[in-house]
C-alpha cells in the first residue's frame, strides 16, 4: 500500500486485506523499486521451494509428500461435484537390481 495516513486502525485494515508493505508518501523511487524487486525476488523463492518440496526433480512429477497433502483434499471435491475420481501409483520391481547393473545415468534415462 501507498498511503500518506499512519493511523493504526488504516495500517491494520490493510494488513487484514492482505497487505505485504507499506510505503509512505513522498514516495523515493528508489526504495519503491528496491521493495518492488525484493518482494518478485522472495514470491520467485517461495515458487522454487515450492517446486523443490512437492515435485520430482528428475521426472518433474509430483512427488509422495504432495500425494500426502493433496489427495484428501481432491477427493472432497471430486465427491461434492460427483465426478469420478482415480489414483494410480506405481511401483517398479526389481528397479534395484537394473539401477545396481547400469548405475544412475541410465536408469535416470530410463525414468
Do not use: M
Not at 519503491?32 to 518433474?60: A, C, M, P, V
Amino acid at each position: 500500500f501507498i498511503t500518506s495516513t499512519y493511523d493504526t486502525e488504516y495500517q491494520n485494515a490493510c494488513w487484514e486485506a492482505g497487505a505485504s508493505d507499506f510505503i509512505g508518501k513522498p514516495i523515493t523511487a528508489s526504495t519503491l523499486i528496491h521493495r518492488t524487486k525484493n518482494h518478485l525476488e522472495n514470491k520467485l523463492r517461495l515458487e522454487k521451494l515450492l517446486q523443490l518440496t512437492y515435485k520430482d526433480s528428475l521426472t518433474g512429477l509430483f512427488n509422495r509428500h504432495y500425494l500426502d497433502l493433496e489427495v484428501a483434499n481432491v477427493f472432497k471435491q471430486t465427491s461434492r461435484e460427483r465426478k469420478p475420481f482415480s489414483l494410480l501409483i506405481l511401483d517398479i520391481d526389481y528397479f534395484k537390481l537394473y539401477n545396481d547393473q547400469y548405475a544412475h545415468p541410465q536408469r535416470d534415462a530410463s525414468l
